[in-house]
């Protein structure tokens, strides 16, 4: 069992940063994969970033390439997803959520997760 709680969103202005964490209880955090997802008002839960095992292999949507960065501290138990150049489009409920990825394919869907956050809010304004 691994429970999963996130921190760090707020309000920003657009082209402004953030840096969401994900606190993980449980010994064997080093063994998940981690994902962030977000959800905004009346849409789908969609993919945003996740990270192997091992702090290896790094995944992105297009649309936060180069602006977003997943790290992992495995000693903390910690996960991050550094934000920058926000937009309002990026305003959603952000959730981390940690499973055991065998394909590629199942980190980009939340059927590849078992364990979900609460989520954090992000708000950002024009």
């Known amino acids: 069992q691994v429970q999963l709680v996130e921190s760090g969103g707020g309000l920003v202005q657009a082209g402004g940063s953030l840096r969401l964490s994900c606190a993980a209880s449980?010994?064997?955090?080093?063994?998940?994969?981690m994902g962030w997802f977000r959800q905004a008002p009346g849409k789908e839960r969609e993919f945003v970033a996740a990270?192997?095992?091992?702090?290896?292999?790094?995944y992105y949507a297009d649309s936060v390439k180069g602006r977003f960065t997943i790290s992992r501290e495995n000693a903390k138990n910690t996960v991050y997803l550094q934000m920058n150049s926000l937009k309002p489009e990026d305003t959603a409920v952000y959730y981390c959520?940690?499973?055991?990825?065998?394909?590629?394919?199942?980190?980009?869907?939340?059927?590849?997760?078992?364990?979900w956050g609460q989520g954090t809010q992000v708000t950002v304004s024009s």
């Open positions: 959520a940690a499973g055991v990825v065998n394909s590629r394919s199942y980190y980009y869907t939340p059927w590849g997760y078992d364990y």
């Open positions: 449980g010994r064997t955090f080093s063994s998940y994969a």
């Open positions: 990270i192997s095992w091992g702090g290896g292999p790094t």
